[in-house]
């Protein structure tokens, strides 16, 4: 039976590759996009499978909602998509962009669509969630911006939220599992803020970082492996997992505290106005 994944942020960069691999497996891809043209564009570069476009602004909660309404199954979502190194902007709801969308679109997405997914929610995460720290007193980070911090900050807050979610779906059908792709050369740093830092970037994406599609690595196999269970992350198995064959790898000791993601659920939910029902989680 052919499976079907959601994919966010999905006609480029690791997103892409992804959904190529998935498709080249036979599988349905919905491509969550945040532009339809460019979408539909990376859509004719697909050669197997099938796939199928739609529209969702994560900077934008109601869009998320009114993406997740037109969802009626699927078999696992990926929660993909990110932005990285801008300066100081703010999402449709006056969030901080790197917090909504990193984490904040992906909490309500999963929470909308959780009682239609099932098999796994995949979460996308990066090593930076090591150097991040959650600041529930300046979540919005209104107060000293430095876009790093918040990336990394957003990551972490992808990690609390996964292995939170696991807890949670405890002796549920269904799964939460993490993934980090590594260091791997994507549009996601040509993208960041003008300076050193994104020159700095760019130059390891030209002579350190592994292509998208051995980024995308982890990602897959956390996604379709049979294996996988609920609560482990998947990275690379090289040196530092800057790249390498995708294997089980562990997350900073500061994301599994479950009084933090306890905090940052009760925060989530505050903010994006979705409650996880009990029904519909474990």
Request: aromatic fraction near 6%; charged fraction near 20%.
């Amino acid at each position: 039976m052919t499976k079907t994944y959601v994919i966010t942020g999905a006609n480029s960069g690791l997103g892409f590759a992804t959904t190529k691999a998935l498709t080249d497996r036979g599988a349905h891809v919905i491509m969550a996009v945040r532009d339809g043209n460019k979408g539909r564009e990376a859509q004719t570069r697909l050669t197997g499978g099938s796939s199928e476009v739609r529209v969702v602004d994560l900077a934008d909660l109601a869009s998320v909602r009114a993406f997740a309404d037109g969802i009626e199954r699927a078999d696992v979502l990926i929660n993909n998509a990110g932005v990285m190194g801008l300066p100081r902007t703010l999402s449709a709801q006056g969030f901080e962009l790197q917090f909504a969308v990193n984490h904040l679109a992906h909490f309500a997405l999963t929470g909308l669509l959780l009682d239609r997914i099932a098999d796994r929610v995949v979460t996308v995460s990066s090593t930076l969630h090591k150097r991040g720290r959650l600041d529930f007193d300046d979540l919005n980070a209104e107060h000293g911006y430095r876009h790093g911090t918040a990336y990394n900050q957003s990551k972490l807050a992808n990690v609390v939220f996964g292995l939170e979610l696991q807890r949670r779906l405890r002796g549920s059908s269904l799964r939460s599992v993490l993934a980090h792709p590594g260091y791997a050369a994507t549009s996601l740093q040509a993208k960041t803020q003008p300076g050193l830092y994104r020159r700095a970037l760019l130059l390891g994406n030209r002579f350190l970082a592994a292509s998208a599609e051995e980024g995308a690595r982890p990602t897959v196999f956390a996604a379709t492996d049979p294996a996988v269970t609920g609560g482990q992350f998947i990275g690379p198995g090289g040196l530092g997992e800057m790249r390498g064959a995708p294997r089980v790898v562990q997350p900073a000791r500061k994301a599994t505290d479950p009084r933090v993601a306890e905090r940052l659920w009760s925060v989530s939910e505050r903010l994006t106005g979705v409650r996880y029902l009990s029904t519909t989680v474990g």
